[in-house]
């Protein structure tokens, strides 16, 4: 190896990553309401380290059937009722958004295997103009929303077939 080709190689390994390296996700975990639950969800914090905004636009994973974004909604009846939120989750550039429970999150339906405590799914995330991101999640059904949370529960899941 030349000095110059060391050169190149060491200043490109000090440039960021292009996309793929605009989207961090910390801090994620997965949970299902019980073993023989059909449905889970996935909490996390996502950050755009970019200088654009972006949209968490899709998310998949061999975990489950269907991957879809969801939110939770008040009814005029005052009743909280979880929606799929097919436009996704925008994301400003420098902006770090929360998928927590009560909150948005990402709604696994069809489980291919219970969510076993301590195990880990591979989840690909796709955003609109970042590279996709593939994160390993860990089940953790035992942790309690932060003191920030918004409640315990999935909401209504009226309308989504589990499988």
């Known amino acids: 190896m030349t000095f110059k080709s060391f050169l190149l190689g060491a200043t490109l390994a000090a440039l960021p990553t292009f996309a793929s390296a605009h989207m961090v996700i910390e801090d994620a975990y997965a949970?299902?309401?019980s073993p023989l639950a059909?449905?889970?969800?996935?909490?996390m914090t996502?950050?755009?380290h970019s200088d654009m905004d972006d949209r968490l636009i899709g998310v998949t994973s061999e975990a489950a059937e269907r991957l879809e974004l969801h939110t939770h909604i008040q009814?005029?009846?005052?009743v909280m009722r979880m929606v799929e939120v097919e436009e996704g989750f925008a994301i400003a550039a420098g902006q770090t958004i929360a998928l927590e429970r009560g909150g948005m999150h990402v709604m696994m339906l069809g489980l291919t295997n219970p969510l076993e405590q301590g195990a880990e799914i591979e989840v690909t995330f796709t955003f609109e103009h970042?590279?996709?991101?593939?994160h390993t999640i860990t089940i953790d059904n035992e942790r309690q929303p932060s003191s920030g949370g918004h409640g315990e529960g999935h909401g209504d899941h009226s309308g989504h077939s589990d499988g």
């Open 130 to 134: 970042a590279d996709p991101v593939v």
């Open 38 to 43: 059909q449905s889970g969800a996935a909490f």
């Open 31 to 33: 949970r299902a309401a």
């Open 46 to 48: 996502i950050f755009n």
């Open 75 to 78: 009814t005029d009846e005052g």
